[in-house]
């Protein structure tokens, strides 16, 4: 994992956690095109579910672009440690409920 500066400010995992219990929390993820999310970082594993997929282009801390399609109704699983930021570069809505593990 990268070592962050202590004054680097880090947003959110998603805009709202819509169900959270001692084993999960669910975050709501919802971007519009062009729309990006703030760099953040995962703590725990995490699926992501594609309620209405996009077009995604993920920017890790160190710069590195990765493309990540996301079709509707596609499940990714992601290890913990992740500091990025999800930019949609399509031309539709995407909607997707990101679960963490704790």
Excluded: C, F
């Excluded at 680097?8 to 169900?19: C, T």
């Excluded at 062009?34 to 160190?62: C, F, S």
């Excluded at 079709?71 to 930019?87: C, E, F, I, Q, S």
Aim: charged residues 25%; proline residues 6%.
């Amino acid at each position: 994992m990268t070592e962050l500066s202590a004054d680097l400010e880090l947003g959110p995992v998603g805009q709202e956690i819509v169900y959270e219990n001692d084993r999960v929390r669910v975050w709501h993820i919802r971007l519009e095109p062009g729309e990006r999310q703030p760099l953040h970082r995962h703590d725990h594993p995490y699926l992501v579910v594609a309620i209405q997929g996009a077009k995604n282009v993920v920017q890790t801390i160190d710069g590195t672009t990765i493309d990540a399609d996301e079709p509707t109704g596609g499940v990714v699983y992601r290890d913990p440690g992740a500091v990025h930021m999800l930019t949609n570069v399509g031309d539709t809505t995407y909607l997707a409920r990101l679960v963490e593990l704790k």
